[in-house]
């Protein structure tokens, strides 16, 4: 059973910046990346990282987030910029593997205060 551990939530300004991380148990892994889910909305894709680094955006979210990752560390890290109170929502961790079995992390709260 994978298992995903983020950090780096919390509470900050408007304009202000967080980096969230990930660390799995498997350096082995198709995609993985952060969704998020505000309060009475779905959880939608923030950014993902594929195998072999390949980024991807939510097109409405480009710019002011970046993904990377950190392969001898099993980490991917979400850098946010720019936070506004919109981006307020639990940021959860998904990893997918190559027989599309799907794991979730317990989600880190961010809070964007006005």
């Known amino acids: 059973q994978v298992q995903l551990v983020e950090s780096g939530g919390g509470l900050v300004q408007a304009g202000g910046s967080l980096r969230l991380s990930c660390t799995a148990s498997?350096?082995?892994?198709?995609?993985m990346g952060w969704y998020r889910q505000a309060p009475g909305k779905q959880r939608e894709l923030v950014a993902t990282?594929?195998?072999?680094?390949?980024?991807i955006y939510a097109n409405s979210l480009k710019g002011r987030f970046t993904i990377s990752r950190d392969s001898a560390k099993n980490t991917v890290y979400l850098q946010s910029n720019s936070l506004a109170p919109e981006d307020t929502a639990v940021y959860y961790c998904?990893?997918?593997?190559?027989?599309?079995?799907?794991?979730w992390g317990q989600g880190t709260q961010v809070t964007v205060s006005s």
């Open positions: 498997t350096s082995i892994f198709r995609f």
């Open positions: 990282i594929t195998s072999v680094g390949r980024a």
């Open positions: 998904k990893m997918t593997d190559f027989g599309a079995r799907e794991y």
